[in-house]
Every structure is written in C-alpha cells, then in structure tokens.
C-alpha cells in the first residue's frame, strides 16, 4: 500500500508540475495576444477606421454599439459609383468572419478582397500597405476580436445605378475656376 501511494502521489507532482508549466506558457501566449490585440486597437483608431466604418459617424452620433459595423453612408465618386464603408466586424453573414487574419492582411497590403475585388479607391489601402507586417498583424488580430455586428451596408452602386442611402460626394475642383 505505501508504494502504491508513493506512485500516485509522484504522479500528481508530476501532474500538477506539468500544469504549472503550460498554465505559465498560455499565460504569456495569452498576455502576447493580449498585447497584440491592444496595438491593433490602437492603430485603429489612429488609422480613422471608425469614421467611414461605424455607423452614425458621419451624423455626428456614432453609435459605439456597432462600432466599426459598417456606415450608412456612401461616397459618391464620379464615374464609379457610390461605396459604403463595409462592416469589419467578425460577422460571418455581413462583416469579415468568413475572412482569415491573412486575407485581412493581403487586403490592407494590396487593396485586394479574398474574391478577387479591389477595395473601392476611398479606402486609403495604400498608406495601410506601408505599415510593417507585425502592425498590420495587430489590426486583423482586433477585427476578429470584435463582437460581431449585424448589419448589411448598401451598395456597391456602379456610376448608373442609384444608391438606396445618404451619399457624400468626392467632386473635383473646376480647372476653369479661379484660385481664390
């Protein structure tokens, strides 16, 4: 009997040794996803996503609820239609959850969508593109870490179709106007 509680008790040492010891490691993983995720937040922001991507924003009431869940609002670019600010929460139905951390990526690197589009020219994919891997790594990193969001953006409307929202419009200056 007494070997026999000597086994089992080496073995929970060993046990409970082994549990310390990958508890730790997925402590820092987490801590390093964490941390990860926070720099994507923050490069977010600064990044101004939130403007053409949140709806309300361009009412002057974002509504945080839906925060980066796509705009209700389009740019009108003359000769190629209107664009809304798509939703870029993990939403499998209307936002990015069907896209990987790595399709987010290749898209914010070379303006190209994982079904082949070119992200509408509103979206400043190439200042995005000059971001070191590891920063645009964080940004997908918190787009999928978002709660997913519901809601369906209008559009794409080609330059003869008529948009079903508010629209902004990109006009080009006058070559014959005056310089003020």
Known sequence: MFGTKKF???IFA??????????????????????????GKYLVG??????????G????????ARYLGGSEVGFEIPGLGVFHGPN??????????EWSEAEIVTSLQTGARPDGRI????MPWRAFAQLTKPDVAAIAAFLKSLPPVKNKVPGPFGPSEKP??????????????PAK
């Open 8 to 10: 089992y008790s080496g």
């Open 14 to 39: 060993m046990a409970m040794a082994a549990l310390a010891i990958y508890g730790v490691a997925g402590l820092r993983a987490h801590a390093a996803d964490q941390q990860q995720i926070e720099r």
């Open 46 to 55: 600064l990044g101004g996503c939130m403007d053409c991507h949140t709806p």
């Open 57 to 64: 924003y361009f009412f002057g009431k974002p509504d945080m």
């Open 88 to 97: 870029l929460t993990p939403d499998k139905e209307t936002g990015l959850g």
């Open 119 to 122: 992200l509408a020219p509103i």
């Open 164 to 177: 079903t929202s508010f629209v902004m419009k990109v006009v080009a200056p006058d070559a014959a106007a």
